[in-house]
């Protein structure tokens, strides 16, 4: 298990930026993927953005073009800069790691066993 943090998560106009970040609070460990999702209300948690230990990357159709997920400067860290952020855009983020392979698609939400807590991201319009 690799305890997660997100931070960077607030209020921003449609247009705007925000830059979320996600960090091991604990001892860090080799992962071979760490992710972002949301989760809006009343909706599923949806895949938003991944990054492998490879350093590839896949996003989902709606914020291609306009998210950026980065290693960050320690390892096991992650940022997510959202940009031309849109109202439809408003959810908890949340980081996810998984440090062994599963039969299961990076971009699912049951590859995963090791969560954050979320960050709320709200944009008005």
């Known amino acids: 298990q690799v305890p997660l943090v997100e931070s960077g998560g607030g209020l921003v106009q449609a247009g705007g930026s925000l830059r979320l970040s996600c960090a091991a609070s604990g001892s860090t460990f080799s992962t071979n993927a760490m992710a972002w999702f949301r989760q809006a209300p009343g909706k599923q948690r949806e895949f938003v953005a991944l990054l492998t230990s490879g350093g590839s990357t896949d996003y989902a159709d709606s914020v291609k073009g306009r998210f950026t997920i980065s290693e960050g400067n320690a390892k096991n860290t992650v940022y997510l800069q959202m940009n031309s952020l849109k109202s439809e855009d408003t959810a908890v983020y949340y980081c996810?790691?998984?440090?062994?392979?599963?039969?299961?698609?990076?971009?699912?939400?049951?590859?995963?066993?090791?969560w954050g807590q979320g960050t709320q991201v709200t944009v008005s319009s």
């Open positions: 996810a790691a998984r440090t062994t392979r599963t039969l299961v698609a990076a971009t699912s939400t049951q590859a995963y066993k090791t």
